[in-house]
């Protein structure tokens, strides 16, 4: 029942096929990522014909494990040219595991000023001329969903996926049909905008459960999966009750909460954008308020929280740490309300919240925006969907903005901006910004567990022994995770309770009939990475590209006053598997 | 000469009346002159088995940390994020 649906957007065919037999026995990333590497010509033009657009469910899509529906999308991104896998919540990743089809690949373009959607059920796949063109995402979902109703789930671009703008993000509905979970790093928006496809809808009818070689062990499997979930102290509770956004008081006590664009590591005003803070408000107001809120079917750690206005009236998702960060502390601002506005507009318009929100404080930095001005944030996001010069500049994302203010600080690496932790005073995921091939991200590797949330062990943040092994090892589990679909929250688990890995093995190997142990696990990651690597430096980008940015080790951040220390030529040992 | 304490989260549920925006301020006696993290944190009716994390002046620490005046000192539960 496994298949691929292959989509070319100029001459509107769309063909299911089987699976081809190198591309077996792969899933999410490792999918995407092997497709991109094989079929896109790494030199090629981003937002041209030959970059091809990629979704797939990770290996455990469509079963009951726990947590295990994510999506992955894969292209050469427009915004660091190299390869890019960027993964979602929301229902579309477990609706089209359950209508078996483990990959939509979208090549070529309709031509310029053409908007097309693609209809996909059981036994079918068109191309339509698009109802939705020129709608945000909130809008062109609810047109969508007056035409194909409410069981089908939707993929969208927003205006500045139209636009092309390159920190354009694709848009996941959630369960109750909002476009808020999001593909976002990377520019994937702007790819799927070239091609000239506005939307996706799938009908999950008729879609089941995959197949399991053996049903019980399968049962037994998944069940210590999710006890490992549930028993876990920030998988079981901490995450539903304070989303993602309890970071920003640990990260200002340990001094690396970057704030205004890295120039100090803490945050005078951190209490009021705090999690802790999210929470009492949510509660307070009540209404259309919620905690303990799941993005995804299947989902029991439950992050994603509804943030309610005054009145108890939607406003937004809970924003995630780093989209409180970016708008927050890096851009001088300390209204909770005022973010979680800005948080809907980038799910409304279709942008990355890191790159975008850290291209606001960069252009304060610069003199583009006036430091701090929440009013002028707000014109210049809604700029974004209008299409005005400063809208475009910051919807390209933070490179860009830097580059148009002639910013000496610039958190860059391969052209992404760099997420919510300094990297002087959390050095591990300094390591995983300069290194990954996706450009700065530190779901890459997420340093961050060992060296302030103490778990999977500890590793001093302020010193540089042993961050490089800790990245190097959560780059690779990382890569495998991402290719089973599941979301990465559940590495605190799998990090701490040692049966969560093995449950995790059990499951694939009661699925698929295979006989992997843990090595295999580290083997995958490895390969992933390894296949990455290898189509960038097809695509020109060297090692020479595995540093941060300059000020980085120039300049001392308080309250701890270190440096990045960590050597351009130290951090070329991190994959050390890859022969030079 | 006292030490600030600050609290994430559930924490804050067991000290009645804590203030998140100004913390918790406390004296030691002058016989406490050894005081440790761990015995800070009794002192105020944190169960040690609430406690994942001990920052000292913003570095990681253990419950068995010696604390002085003037140090801040931050409780955590288990709490992650991404």
């Known amino acids: 029942m496994f298949r691929f649906l292959r989509v070319n957007m100029a001459t509107k065919s769309c063909v299911f096929e089987d699976i081809p037999e190198e591309y077996a026995g792969l899933g999410g990333r490792a999918l995407t990522s092997t497709i991109v590497a094989r079929e896109v010509n790494p030199i090629c033009t981003p937002l041209g014909p030959h970059n091809k657009l990629v979704f797939a469910p990770g290996l455990l899509g469509a079963t009951n494990s726990p947590n295990s529906n994510r999506i992955s999308v894969g292209c050469k991104s427009p915004l660091t040219e190299g390869i890019k896998e960027s993964n979602s919540g929301g229902q579309p990743g477990g609706h089209l595991a359950k209508l078996g089809i483990m990959a939509i690949i979208v090549e070529d373009m309709a031509t310029e000023g053409e908007w097309w959607q693609l209809e996909i059920s059981k036994d079918s796949a068109k191309l339509v001329p698009s109802t939705v063109a020129g709608l945000n995402n909130f809008d062109a979902v609810a047109k969508l969903v007056e035409q194909y109703g409410k069981d089908c789930s939707y993929v969208t671009i927003g205006r500045a996926g139209e636009f092309k703008l390159t920190a354009a993000s694709i848009a996941f509905t959630d369960r109750e049909l909002r476009p808020q979970r999001h593909a976002g790093r990377g520019g994937v928006g702007a790819v799927m905008g070239s091609k000239g496809l506005k939307a996706i809808i799938i009908n999950p009818e008729g879609g089941k459960n995959h197949a399991l070689v053996d049903e019980e062990g399968f049962k037994a499997a998944s069940k210590r999966f999710a006890k490992a979930l549930t028993s876990h102290p920030v998988t079981g509770k901490g995450l539903a009750e304070y989303g993602t956004a309890v970071l920003v008081n640990i990260l200002h006590e340990a001094g690396g909460l970057p704030t205004r664009n890295f120039t100090c590591g803490q945050f005078e005003h951190h209490e009021a954008v705090s999690g802790e803070r999210m929470n009492q408000l949510t509660k307070e107001r009540g209404g259309e308020g919620a905690v303990a809120h799941g993005c995804m079917s299947g989902c029991i750690i439950r992050c994603s929280g509804i943030f309610p206005d005054e009145n108890g009236k939607f406003k937004s998702k809970w924003p995630e740490y780093e989209t409180l960060w970016c708008f927050g502390p890096h851009s001088n601002i300390d209204d909770l309300d005022l973010i979680c506005t800005f948080d809907h507009m980038c799910d409304d318009i279709g942008v990355d919240t890191i790159d975008v929100g850290v291209a606001v404080g960069v252009a304060m930095a610069g003199g583009g925006i006036p430091l701090g001005d929440g009013k002028a944030v707000m014109e210049a996001m809604k700029g974004i969907s209008e299409g005005t010069p400063l809208g475009r500049i910051i919807g390209c994302g933070t490179a860009t903005t830097g580059r148009v203010f002639g910013v000496r600080r610039v958190p860059c690496v391969k052209g992404q901006s760099l997420p919510a932790y300094d990297p002087r005073a959390v050095k591990g995921v300094g390591v995983t910004y300069a290194t990954t091939p996706m450009g700065a991200d530190h779901t890459a590797g997420y340093a961050v567990t060992a060296n302030i949330l103490n778990c999977g062990g500890y590793v001093d943040p302020l010193k540089k022994e042993g961050q490089i092994e800790l990245s190097r090892n959560l780059q690779i589990a990382t890569a495998s995770v991402d290719s089973v679909g599941l979301c990465l929250f559940t590495a605190f688990a799998i990090l701490d309770i040692p049966d969560a890995l093995a449950a995790i093995v059990d499951m694939l190997n009661a699925k698929y009939g295979w006989k992997l142990t843990g090595d295999d696990v580290v083997t995958l990651g490895q390969r992933i990475l390894s296949t990455e690597i290898d189509f960038n430096r097809r695509a020109g980008i060297t090692e020479a590209a595995d540093h941060l940015p300059d000020f980085f080790s120039d300049e001392p951040v308080a309250p701890h006053n270190t440096t990045f220390d960590i050597t351009p030529e130290e951090l070329q040992t991190t994959f050390n598997w890859i022969k030079k | ?82």
């Open chain 2, 1 to 82: 000469m006292s030490i600030l304490i600050k609290l994430s989260t559930t924490l804050r549920d067991l000290v009645p009346g804590y203030d998140p925006e100004t913390g918790l301020l406390v004296t030691p006696k002058e016989e406490e002159s050894s005081l440790t993290a761990g015995e800070l944190a009794r002192r105020i009716g944190i169960p040690h088995e609430e406690i994942k994390i001990v920052m000292v002046n913003g570095r990681q620490s253990g419950l068995e940390s010696p604390v002085r005046d003037g140090d801040r000192v931050a409780y955590f539960p288990a709490v992650g994020g991404g």
